[in-house]
């Protein structure tokens, strides 16, 4: 079993720009897909993949409504998986998750989840 720790959320204004981390131990991060997912907390919200890396980091993956502004990346030597989130919106508020899976795809039903780190965009 991997272990994940989300880090770098926190209060934003809209247009700015944050950094999301997640650093990785227990087993060999190269073997793993990494993903991250967002879980708004408005009613009738349900959590939405936000972006996804391939093992080897040579495939990524974005959901519609963030493509262009986020960009996934993995670092092999420290284990981390980052999300770097630019001219961000206020519907970009929500909890992140990182995700860790055999592949991309999979990583919604059969992936191992970090506690999550809250992003908020507000004025």
């Known amino acids: 079993q991997v272990q994940l720790v989300e880090s770098g959320g926190g209060l934003v204004q809209p247009g700015g720009s944050l950094r999301l981390s997640c650093a990785a131990s227990?087993?060999?991060?190269?073997?793993?897909?990494m993903g991250w997912f967002r879980q708004a907390q408005a009613p009738g919200k349900e959590r939405e993949f936000v972006?996804?890396?391939?093992?080897?980091?040579?495939?990524?993956f974005y959901a519609n409504s963030v493509k262009g502004r986020v960009t996934i990346s993995r670092d092999k030597v420290n284990n981390t998986v980052y999300l770097q989130m630019n001219d961000l919106k206020p519907e970009d508020t929500a909890v992140y998750y990182c995700?860790?899976?055999?592949?991309?795809?999979?990583?919604?039903?059969?992936?191992?989840w970090g506690q999550g780190t809250q992003v908020t965009v507000s004025s």
């Open positions: 995700v860790a899976g055999s592949n991309v795809g999979e990583l919604d039903h059969h992936g191992s």
């Open positions: 227990g087993r060999t991060f190269s073997n793993y897909a």
């Open positions: 972006a996804g890396i391939s093992s080897s980091g040579t495939s990524r």
